[in-house]
């Protein structure tokens, strides 16, 4: 079945996730970024992952830059079985609203 919505990016769960233990605070993730994903926090002096939703879905370039390794991404595997049940959610809920609003009209 086709999809006929755009899946909202804060549905997808595609985003970094920081090893604390093996960061070694360099600040690369945060310098490479170009997308906002990460800030500092100076009281701690270590990155942060402000706005997951700000990345790309399916890039994983800082995990790779990271000099630590200390940046990982969900196994793309997993990720693709997550998608597919997220597409098999919004489906069902665009149905569910289509019932109700033929049910509604027909009032
Ligand atoms: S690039 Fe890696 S080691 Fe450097 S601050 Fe970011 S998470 Fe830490």
Not at 38 to 47: C, I, S, T, Y
Not at 73 to 96: G, S, Y
Request: with cysteine; glycine share 2%; hydrophobic share 40%.
């Amino acid at each position: 079945m086709e999809a006929k919505f755009k899946v909202p990016r804060e549905r997808i769960p595609w985003f970094p996730t920081i090893n604390y233990d093996a960061c070694i605070h360099d600040r690369e993730c945060l310098e490479f970024c170009k997308n906002g994903v990460f800030d500092w926090d100076e009281a701690l002096g270590v990155p942060i992952v402000s706005h997951p939703y700000n990345c790309v879905v399916g890039c994983d370039a800082c995990a790779k830059i990271c000099p630590a390794e200390a940046i990982s991404f969900p196994p793309m595997d997993e990720f693709r079985v997550t998608l597919r049940k997220l597409i098999a959610d919004l489906n069902r809920e665009a149905e569910q609203a289509r019932r109700q609003e033929a049910v509604t009209e027909s009032r």
